[in-house]
């Protein structure tokens, strides 16, 4: 047997809700990740294009259902927040671009977990 | 930041007439010795005399940039009364009239003078000369002697509060302990909103005047209003009629000037008078206790200030400052709209007898042979820098100083005269009883970046860095951020000026000034951006910024106007220190310094591409595509004559958005110790509460640092007062330590400075709410009076 989907996966709201979640990192991702290339090639910070291919592979694996989102996505994070911090340390107001959105997104992610779980990938 | 008016009519001033006291005969005679006296003066060195003594001070523009690693040169220079040596006749003059000279310490000039002022010596010489042969020797002369001037107190007699232009207030009822309890005493109206032809063009930046029980503004289309002091009651009011199309970057009435004829009977009309200047180029003066135009002064009450000018294109010359009064003379510039074409309105500078309105004097710096008003079917010199700001008047020595601006195509200088080089964005100050220059001290050498000086100097006796004693000095805040102390006698800076390397590059790399001058004193200015100061909301929005960055030119302050590419501007052309000025607390010590912490992105447009984006400056265009919101200044300024258009992306803002590019904070208010230009304290000003990515607020109370426009009032009783960031609060700090103490929320922008006076022994904090475009504040006409509650049965009490 060769079936790249699970036998049953539902297609229920937690099903949708994961696809949507995907949608998000995906537009994030996509420019980030292009936009982070263009900015490597003037000669700036390589930061963005790492996290954005963090997240476009974080998208692709939440299409799939598949728990390594998640774990994709925490090595995404964890990198953001280290970043962060030695970019601008303790600087609430400079921290509001790097560490708001990629917060809410993690929550986001989370919130698929049970999704992920069930699928068994 | 820039029909003919509907009253206006000729400029044609009634002649002098002999029915005033003897005084006026004798100045009269006197003048005439002046005239007479001039071709002997001219054949002196040009070092003294009744036409002024220039000092050069700092290297004229780009022509000598490398001539001085140090700093500025001076010669001393002195106006007339000062002068012990020669047979001019100025000094008759003032002998006759009695000796200010004795009050002012004379500083004397040696003759010989370093090269650089000996270059601007020259042109005065010159002009004296041929003076009296070209156009007759104004009738009018300014009062020799220094006249009694009402001091800050329970008045604010002037825009700055004193007469010395400190924003300080002597009163202490309200102190740290009680400002908490301050609360709404009055507010009053206007009336004057935006109809729908002059929506977005409205950013009134009001202060009002206090003398006497009455309070006297001016709304943002040049409406005269008098209040009660106490209650806020409107007891007259005035509408010049200006027309809509008058109005030029924005609807703006800074306030207005209070006059008193010294040589009045009691009960004449118009004794004390009100003065402003309008959108529509007129100076004003109406009755205080009445609002009724003087007949005396002008045509009816009014001088039309585009005499001599040329073509009348309403909202291209605009006054939108109070004029200063010294000895009798009103002193004004005017707003030239910016970036519109070298073809301009001229920056001169024009003195008035603030009784008669009469020209008493005309200072147009490519043209210093023209003293008077224009031959017929000419002008003064067009283009030249011009003087939007408020200048300030020294009583005592006779002197106005005026900041500068650049020329009217602000982003490229090839066609700039040798004149305007040496002048542009410089502290100018002008003997008000002959018109001349005395001495000038330059900010920015060949200034491409539109950081003309936009804040009012304030006076100040500084404690001399070298010894006992004091200085008579003046503070200088400038658009860059360097706080400048200068010796107001001289010109000559009290701390070194340092030079710093400019970037070179861009569209004129050959033009540029090599080195520009920076204050060892003080500056407001910050290490220069980096690619992590980039902002956003989320890591996709500062990503576009910071591709913005690496794309852009950008070596620091000074980096060169450049086509190829877009370039970055830091500090931006709103400062630094803008026309809200510093405040001083001469008994504690200390200067209160708002200021702006943004930059500009901006780019040239070769003139074929801005042809094709339509570009026109203001006396092309048709009139309907002046309605509507009024851009930002400079964004898609055709600068029409030069090679070049601008593009001012003001604040880097991302398009979508509306984010600013750079980081928090925005904007910030500090404390420096005054006499040694060391910070004492620095913080953010401005909360979050209204601001928000596509213009939502975000109701965060977090102070964040906003853009501010406007400046603060200080007091004995220990309070700065300020609203002037976006937040639409009004604020109340503690001098010592900048702590907030109180705040209340404004029905629109506060972008304006406050008054603080007392009336009936009750102590009144006055601020105007009336919003700002540039600001995206919103747009209102209040006035509105705080005080601390009245204790019961005691209401009157000193």
């Not at chain 1, 962060?84 to 919130?111: K, N, S, Y």
């Not at chain 2, 008759?92 to 002012?104: D, K, N, P, Y």
């Not at chain 2, 405040?583 to 040239?604: H, K, M, S, T, W």
């Not at chain 2, 304290?681 to 906003?706: C, E, H, M, V, Y």
């Amino acid at each position: 047997m060769s079936e790249t989907r699970s036998v049953g996966t539902p297609r229920d709201g937690a099903f949708f809700w994961t696809m949507l979640v995907a949608l998000l990192a995906l537009a994030f991702g996509l420019p980030i990740l292009g936009g982070g290339v263009y900015l490597i090639w003037l000669g700036g910070s390589w930061y963005y294009a790492i996290a954005g291919f963090g997240l476009v592979a974080t998208a692709i694996a939440l299409f799939a259902q598949s728990m390594s989102a998640f774990w994709l996505y925490l090595l995404t994070y964890i990198g953001t927040v280290i970043w962060a911090f030695w970019e601008v340390g303790f600087d609430w107001w400079a921290q509001v671009p790097r560490l708001v959105a990629p917060t809410v997104l993690f929550i986001f992610i989370l919130t698929t977990l049970p999704a992920l779980a069930r699928s068994g990938r | 930041m820039m029909a003919a008016s509907a009253a206006c009519s000729m400029s044609k001033v009634p002649a002098m007439t002999a029915s005033r006291l003897p005084t006026t005969r004798l100045l009269l005679s006197a003048s005439l010795a002046l005239v007479l006296a001039i071709p002997p003066a001219a054949a002196q060195d040009g070092s003294g005399s009744g036409a002024g003594t220039p000092a050069g001070v700092a290297q004229p523009g780009a022509a000598s940039p490398d001539s001085a690693p140090t700093n500025s040169e001076s010669q001393a220079g002195t106006q007339a009364p000062e002068q012990p040596e020669g047979e001019m006749d100025s000094p008759a003059q003032t002998a006759t009239e009695g000796e200010a000279s004795s009050a002012e310490s004379a500083t004397d000039e040696p003759a010989g003078s370093s090269p650089a002022a000996s270059a601007s010596t020259v042109d005065q010489s010159a002009g004296e000369g041929t003076d009296a042969a070209q156009d007759s020797s104004p009738a009018v002369q300014a009062v020799s002697e220094p006249q009694p001037q009402r001091d800050v107190g329970a008045d604010w007699p002037h825009w700055g509060g004193g007469p010395d232009a400190q924003r300080y207030s002597p009163l202490d009822g309200i102190t740290r302990d009680n400002v908490g309890e301050l609360t709404k005493a009055w507010e009053y109206r206007t009336g004057d909103m935006p109809t729908e032809e002059t929506e977005g063009k409205y950013s009134p930046e009001g202060t009002a005047l206090k003398v006497g029980h009455s309070l006297y503004l001016c709304s943002a289309m040049n409406i005269l209003v008098a209040l009660d002091a106490e209650t806020g009651v409107e007891l007259w009011r005035y509408d010049p009629k200006v027309s809509p199309d008058a109005i030029p970057y924005g609807a703006t009435c800074r306030g207005v000037t209070y006059f008193e004829n010294p040589e009045a009977e009691e009960g004449e009309a118009c004794a004390a008078r009100i003065i402003e200047g309008t959108l529509d180029a007129r100076l004003i003066a109406v009755d205080a206790k009445t609002g009724e135009p003087c007949e005396d002064f002008g045509e009816n009450g009014a001088v039309d200030l585009w005499n001599g000018i040329g073509e009348r294109v309403p909202g291209w010359y605009s006054v939108t400052a109070p004029p200063a009064l010294v000895r009798g003379i009103l002193v004004t510039g005017a707003q030239v709209k910016d970036g519109q074409a070298e073809d301009a309105p001229s920056g001169v500078i024009r003195g008035y007898d603030a009784v008669t309105g009469q020209l008493a004097w005309a200072w147009d710096l490519g043209n210093p042979d023209l003293t008077g008003a224009p031959p017929e079917g000419e002008t003064y010199t067009r283009g030249t820098p011009n003087m939007w700001t408020t200048a300030t008047g020294d009583e005592e020595l006779g002197l106005v100083y005026l900041p500068m601006g650049n020329s009217s195509v602000d982003y490229w200088g090839g066609g700039r005269s040798e004149a305007e080089n040496d002048y542009s964005t410089s502290l100018v100050a002008i003997d008000v009883t002959t018109g001349e220059p005395a001495w000038h001290f330059q900010t920015v050498r060949y200034d491409v970046w539109d950081y003309d000086l936009g804040s009012q100097v304030t006076l100040i006796d500084f404690p001399d860095p070298k010894g006992e004693g004091t200085v008579p000095a003046l503070i200088l805040p400038s658009k860059q951020g360097d706080i400048y102390i200068l010796n107001r006698e001289t010109g000559e800076p009290l701390f070194p000026v340092e030079e710093i390397r400019a970037p070179i590059g861009g569209v004129e790399p050959q033009n540029l000034a090599r080195t520009q001058p920076t204050s060892t004193y003080h500056t407001l200015r910050k290490d220069r951006l980096t690619a992590k100061d980039m902002w956003g909301v989320t890591p996709l929005d500062q990503l576009f910024c910071r591709i913005q960055f690496q794309r852009a030119n950008y070596d620091g302050i000074f980096t060169p106007p450049s086509a190829d590419k877009p370039w970055i501007q830091y500090p931006g052309y709103n400062g630094g220190s803008d026309w809200g000025s510093i405040a001083v607390d001469p008994e504690r010590g200390l200067i209160i310094a708002n200021y702006n912490d943004v930059p500009n992105f901006n780019q040239l447009i070769p003139r074929e591409k801005a042809d094709e984006m339509g570009l026109k400056p203001i006396n092309e265009k048709a009139p309907e595509s002046e309605s509507g919101e009024n851009a930002a200044e400079g964004a898609g300024d055709p600068q029409a004559g030069a090679p070049y258009a601008i593009d001012v992306n003001a604040g880097w803002r991302v398009p979508f958005t509306g984010i600013p590019c750079k980081q928090p904070p925005l904007g910030g208010i500090r404390a420096i110790d005054l006499a040694t230009g060391e910070t004492v304290w620095d913080q953010p000003i401005g909360t979050a509460r209204r601001n928000g990515p596509f213009g939502i607020p975000s109701f965060l109370p977090k102070r964040i640092g906003t853009p501010n426009n406007g400046g603060s009032v200080v007091t004995k009783g220990g309070i700065v007062f300020i609203a002037a960031a976006t937040d639409n609060l009004i604020r109340a700090l503690d001098i010592e330590t900048g702590e907030e103490l109180w705040s209340d929320v404004l029905p629109a922008g506060g972008q304006a400075n406050p008054t603080v006076y007392e009336e009936n022994g009750r102590e009144y904090l006055l601020i105007q709410a009336g919003g700002h475009h540039f600001m995206e504040t919103p747009i209102g006409d209040w006035y509105i009076a705080y005080a601390l509650p009245e204790v019961e049965g005691e209401a009157g009490n000193p």
